[in-house]
């Protein structure tokens, strides 16, 4: 069964790709434009793209400012735009007592942190990213409606294989006959990554998937579900580990524990430098062109680029399957019938 | 490192976003798309079924039929060789009966005619004593009508007893 998805799979990235190749040239014009005037660094160009930011910067003329909102007990609740950090020559300014430094936000007097709820680039990519999702499967559940009883049609004959594989592959098989419960949970989770990573490889998105803070909320919600419907054989085998010598048990005892934190700890890290070490290897080589300053070097740089993105087209599908895999495999174990292995 | 840690703002938005994401595709999407699925699996799953009880039910029937037709061919047979016996049967009773009525009417017939030769011929007998008597009344009178025609006869009665 894994094969003819890989085959949909490819067609389907095939299809992405002509796409993302058409559109990654302006991309490449655009960071030209960039970096072209101050002394060229290139981390800090490549961690300013990785990272959130309180404003969206597609390219130095277009900057689309981004709602500030910020909590202080001094201050109070303050909403405003980020674009008032920002003089009129891209300098950052202070702004009613408040001044940004390294995209935090602190109070200029105290230089204390204020709790900072704005929509930042990422906030604006999970809004769009939630959007999208509502978006194509509520026409694709619509679809269904329409279709009842008849084949399968536009958006929803391009996303029923992958329901259905999301359904067969990775969540029956991992978590067992309790599945229907967790099903919408996986397919959300699935989803979301999977369109996170894909939105966040369009030219001027933010790296939404590749953001810790993201994974890190995904990895907890599945550590919750995970220990919330854990039943009495998972925790019998963390705290009591049945057909193990009384000595040992204590020993494995810790083991276990910290293993109920290393599974999502995983999850959390893996998303995250799955995504965020693509990215930066996409922006590094870009870079070398600015380092060599030469159009030979950057004719090289722009066909490994190409070549990396597709790699990056895989990694969006592999990384949403991952997590979506092993996160139905910790609930697995954890509402499997432990009472046949020993 | 900035990069590697976890803002708290990203983490709300996310949560609530993300629950809300999981809420509502959750109702309006994956229960209507989910039940589809299954309600398309479940029928797909019965027209194989009933498709293969129609098949079943389709070499029953030709059993049945065939069954039904060997049967009736059966019957055809032993009613056609019932008919003929009763035919033949009635044949022979009526030839066994034609021959006896024949017989009878035969029996009858001679018997009949047994009779009737035997009353005609004791007719005949009668008249034929009559007629000779007649015949022989008249003779005699004729003859011996005179004493010496007596004579010559009586005379003929003792020669013819002499030779004898």
Known sequence: MKKPFFATKSTFFGFILVVFASVFSPVLAAEEQEHEAEPFNASEVILHHVMDDHQWHFADWLVLPLPV????????????????????????????????????????????????????????????????????????????????????????????????????????????????????????????????NLLGLLPGAGNLTGNIAVTMTLAVFTFLITNFSGNKGYWGHIFWTPGVPLPLRIVILPVEIIGIFTKPFSLMIRLFVAITAGHIVLLSLICLTFIFGSILVGLGSSLIVLFINLIELLVAGIQAYVFTMFSSMYIGMAVADHGHDH | ???????????????????????????????????????????????????????????????????????????????????REAANRMHDQAQADAKKNADKIIEDAKAIIHTEKNAALREVKAQVAMFSLEIAEKLIKKNLSDDKAQKELAETYIKELKLN
């Open chain 1, 69 to 196: 909102i910020v909590y202080s007990e001094e201050q109070g609740l303050d909403i405003f735009s980020s674009s008032r950090f920002y003089d009129d020559h891209h300098q950052v300014v202070e702004y009613n007592g408040y001044k940004l430094e390294h995209n935090h936000i602190y109070l200029a007097d105290s230089g204390k942190a204020v709790f900072d709820l704005s929509i930042t680039k990422n906030v604006a990519m999970l809004f769009i990213n939630a959007g999208l999702l509502l978006f194509v499967f509520l026409s694709v559940a619509r679809g269904f409606q329409r279709n009842q009883g008849k084949a399968p049609k536009g958006l929803q004959s391009f996303f029923e294989p992958i329901i259905l594989f999301v359904r067969d592959e990775i969540v029956k098989p991992n978590i067992g006959h309790h599945y229907e419960k967790y099903l919408p949970y996986m397919l959300t989770l699935f989803f979301f990554i999977l369109f996170g």
């Open chain 2, 1 to 83: 490192m900035d990069l590697l840690t976890p803002g708290p703002g990203l983490i709300i938005w996310q949560a609530f976003v993300f629950l809300l994401l999981f809420l509502l595709l959750s109702k309006l999407a994956w229960k209507p798309i989910l039940g589809s699925l299954k309600e398309r699996e479940a029928s797909i799953q019965q027209a194989l079924d009933s498709a293969e009880n129609a098949k079943k039910e389709m070499a029953s029937l030709k059993a049945d039929n065939e069954k039904l037709l060997r049967e009736a061919r059966e019957e055809r047979d032993k009613i056609l060789k019932e008919a």
